[in-house]
């Protein structure tokens, strides 16, 4: 099974500031035929069901603001929010869909310090 | 505007079965993909398992954690996608999602989410 980890486990950003979350998988996610690497974003708001935010790693999802960025390549890669709003207090995880069994990162809440 | 919206969780005795459901609206259900997903009190998402279009056979697939123990079924003609449990265990208990595949097997639309409580 791919391993996917996330740094840190929680994050405590100003309005307005940067917030990066990492996450690193235990083998690589690029698919060679495509280049494309099977990689996506969520967001998990309290009490709600996930939300797709990015995927190809670094596609945004429809109606996602443009402050939502992913980025990174093969086993490594970031979600970055450019400028911290308070409606993105959430749990943010990665998932591969390189191959089965999918699997998330452990997840990163993200709250206004 | 698809929506998902799962039905049929509650309190079971372990050992017991239990039914899912995941009604969708709109006309398209039968285009896509489905999988079902779960997350345990305070934890993380867990992948449950898929099941494929018409177009691809309807196969599914499914994590160790579930195999020989759940099932994911669907019926076009009501657009419901099922997860069957049985021989359920304490460690079953979570919030159950289901949620539609993109193009690939990310997940672009999710339900809201039924909670299943394994408890003697």
């Given at each position: 099974?791919?391993?996917?980890?996330?740094?840190?486990?929680?994050?405590?950003?100003?309005?307005?500031?940067?917030?990066?979350?990492?996450?690193?998988?235990?083998?690589?996610?690029?698919?060679?035929?495509?280049?494309?690497?099977y990689l996506a974003w969520y967001q998990q708001k309290p009490g709600q069901s996930p939300k797709l935010l990015i995927y190809w790693a670094s596609t945004r999802e429809s109606g996602v603001p443009d402050r939502f960025s992913g980025s990174g390549s093969g086993t490594d890669f970031t979600l970055t929010i450019s400028s911290l709003q308070a409606e993105d207090v959430a749990v943010y995880y990665c998932q591969q869909y390189y191959n089965t069994p999918y699997t998330f990162g452990q997840g990163t809440k993200l709250e206004i310090k | 505007e698809v929506q998902l919206v799962e039905s049929g969780g509650g309190l079971v005795k372990p050992g017991r079965a239990l039914r899912l459901s995941c009604t969708a609206s709109g006309s398209t259900f039968g285009d896509y993909a489905m999988s079902w997903f779960r997350q345990a009190p305070g934890k993380g998402l867990e992948w449950i398992g898929f099941?494929?279009?018409?177009?691809?056979?309807?196969?599914?697939?499914?994590?160790?954690?579930?195999?020989?123990?759940?099932?994911?079924?669907?019926?076009?003609?009501?657009?419901?996608?099922?997860?069957?449990?049985?021989?359920?265990?304490?460690?079953?208990?979570?919030?159950?999602?289901?949620?539609?595949?993109?193009?690939?097997?990310?997940?672009?639309?999710?339900?809201?989410?039924?909670?299943?409580?394994?408890?003697s």
């Open positions: 099974d791919i391993v996917m980890t996330q740094s840190p486990d929680a994050l405590a950003v100003s309005l307005g500031e940067r917030a990066t979350i990492n996450c690193k998988s235990s083998q690589s996610v690029l698919y060679s035929s495509n280049n494309e690497n | 099941i494929t279009n018409k177009n691809y056979g309807g196969t599914t697939e499914y994590a160790a954690s579930v195999k020989g123990r759940f099932t994911i079924s669907r019926d076009d003609s009501k657009s419901i996608s099922y997860l069957q449990m049985i021989s359920l265990k304490t460690e079953d208990t979570a919030v159950y999602y289901c949620a539609k595949a993109g193009l690939r097997w990310y997940f672009d639309l999710w339900g809201r989410g039924t909670l299943v409580t394994v408890s």
